[in-house]
């Protein structure tokens, strides 16, 4: 156990569905990530939120819509997705961004588990 | 960003260690160099870092080349569950971003 939680671990959903990914760190952290994976790709930063504000958007295109109500919660809500979009989502968390603290153990991530999301 | 390479796969006797290389031929002197892993399912997890000088840890060694160039990871005596893809990931210091790369698959063999 890492510290962060992500629900639900698997999701199926249809292209005109709506749904939403959540994630929880216990660990007191102020910075929360999105990653994305697909299959034999490396992952990729979706998004970064920083003491509740949104600090890098990658590019993500608009049907990925992140919320980060506190800094233990980060939610992804996903709307109209396509078929390409299924993958595994990762949540990770650090003390700070490391911008506030170099190289220090104390800003590795730590990650959940994952949501495997398929889109039918 | 410096990039890195690893290789895509390799193979370990179960006790053994385990030396993962890592080439970051363009890594500049303000530039970590990270160690984390993915177990099957799961997310990746932290290993190890360093910056110039070698680094052990509970987990791991980190041996930097003098020129820092290239990097290994020793995993002193691997287990079945050391089995996952590993990844060697430079970051430059001031930023937050993992550039993640496609690993080495690590294979422990009993």
């Known amino acids: 156990e890492t510290g962060v939680t992500q629900t639900p671990r698997h999701l199926v959903m249809g292209m005109t569905n709506k749904k939403s990914l959540k994630c929880e760190q216990h660990?007191?952290?102020?910075?929360m990530y999105w990653y994305k994976q697909s299959a034999k790709k490396p992952l990729e930063l979706m998004f970064v939120?920083?003491?509740?504000?949104?600090?890098e958007n990658n590019s993500v295109p608009s049907r990925f819509s992140p919320e980060c109500p506190n800094s233990s919660h980060l939610f992804l809500h996903l709307h109209t997705l396509q078929p390409e979009d299924s993958a595994l989502y990762l949540c990770?968390?650090?003390?700070?961004?490391?911008?506030?603290?170099?190289?220090?153990?104390?800003?590795?991530?730590?990650f959940g588990p994952g949501t495997r999301l398929t889109v039918l | 960003d410096a990039k890195t390479t690893q290789p895509p796969s390799m193979d370990c006797a179960e006790g053994r260690a385990a030396n993962l290389p890592c080439n970051h031929s363009t890594i500049s002197g303000n530039e970590y160099v990270y160690w984390y892993r993915q177990i099957h399912s799961q997310g990746p997890q932290y290993i190890i870092h360093g910056l110039k000088n070698n680094e052990t840890n509970e987990m791991a060694s980190l041996i930097i080349t003098e020129d820092r160039k290239s990097s290994t990871l020793i995993l002193p005596h691997a287990t079945l569950r050391d089995t996952a893809v590993y990844y060697c990931i430079v970051r430059v210091s001031g930023t937050y971003k993992y550039i993640f790369g496609t690993g080495t698959r690590l294979k422990v063999l009993a």
């Open positions: 660990l007191g952290h102020n910075a």
């Open positions: 939120y920083n003491f509740k504000e949104q600090t």
């Open positions: 990770a968390s650090s003390q700070d961004l490391w911008v506030a603290s170099g190289g220090a153990k104390m800003n590795e991530q730590f």
